[in-house]
T-cell receptor
Framework: QQQVRQSPQSLTVWEGETAILNCSYEDSTFDYFPWYWQFPRESPALLIAIRPVSNKKEDGRFTIFFNKREKKLSLHITDSQPGDSATYFCAASLSGSFNKLTFGAGTRLAVCP | EAAVTQSPRSKVAVTGGKVTLSCHQTNNHDYMYWYRQDTGHGLRLIHYSYVADSTEKGDIPDGYKASRPSQENFSLILELASLSQTAVYFC??????????FGHGTKLSVL
């Protein structure tokens, strides 16, 4: 079963717009939620992460909004740039070294100039 | 920057043959992972390890074995390769699960 779901599968926005990528999870015990991004022909890399002690995490133009009650989170990319075009993966796990990350299927974002 | 090196970068294998994918990290990380990536499925965990000479099953271990002979090296073994194992395979290392450093991937085609 898919424990982490992402939507939409693909998203196209214009340069300067805000892109919103959605993620939901099933296991209510998950307490660590990183987002990874992957550029074409590159490997995934950590972008930003959040723990449920807060409902918002900001890093420049990238913001995670977290809703623990609904088991949903979203990644907002403000003032989108063509260089943001990539596949974005939401992941979830229990915090702690011995716990594995479960990734969603990804959202492919295209930012048009 | 953390360094994870995978070899080979690409491989064509025949059905029923044995395939070994290698991963080497110079980060001094205890944790190493093997993921496969397929279109529409994202990254799925095959095997992982948090100490040399020990491996753990991930979410899709069937058809795969793993070997961690040292802290730096982690191999993925397909004893009898099948068409369904055509995918891109990523190795990753980390101090914990909080930040993984991925290699550049191995594109495996099984014919």
């Amino acid at each position: 079963q898919q424990q982490v779901r992402q939507s939409p599968q693909s998203l196209t926005v214009w340069e300067g717009e805000t892109a919103i990528l959605n993620c939901s999870y099933e296991d209510s015990t998950f307490d660590y939620f990183p987002w990874y991004w992957q550029f074409p022909r590159e490997s995934p890399a950590l972008l930003i992460a959040i723990r449920p002690v807060s409902n918002k995490k900001e890093d420049g133009r990238f913001t995670i909004f977290f809703n623990k009650r609904e088991k949903k989170l979203s990644l907002h990319i403000t003032d989108s740039q063509p260089g943001d075009s990539a596949t974005y993966f939401c992941a979830a796990s229990l915090s702690g070294s011995f716990n594995k990350l479960t990734f969603g299927a990804g959202t492919r974002l295209a930012v048009c100039p | 920057e953390a360094a994870v090196t995978q070899s080979p970068r690409s491989k064509v294998a025949v059905t029923g043959g044995k395939v070994t994918l290698s991963c080497h990290q110079t980060n001094n990380h205890d944790y190493m992972y093997w993921y496969r990536q397929d279109t529409g499925h994202g990254l799925r965990l095959i095997h992982y390890s948090y100490v040399a000479d020990s491996t753990e099953k991930g979410d899709i271990p069937d058809g795969y074995k793993a070997s961690r002979p040292s802290q730096e090296n982690f191999s993925l073994i397909l004893e009898l390769a099948s068409l369904s194992q055509t995918a891109v395979y990523f190795c990753a290392s980390g101090i914990s699960n909080e930040r993984l450093f991925f290699g550049h991937g191995t594109k495996l085609s099984v014919l």
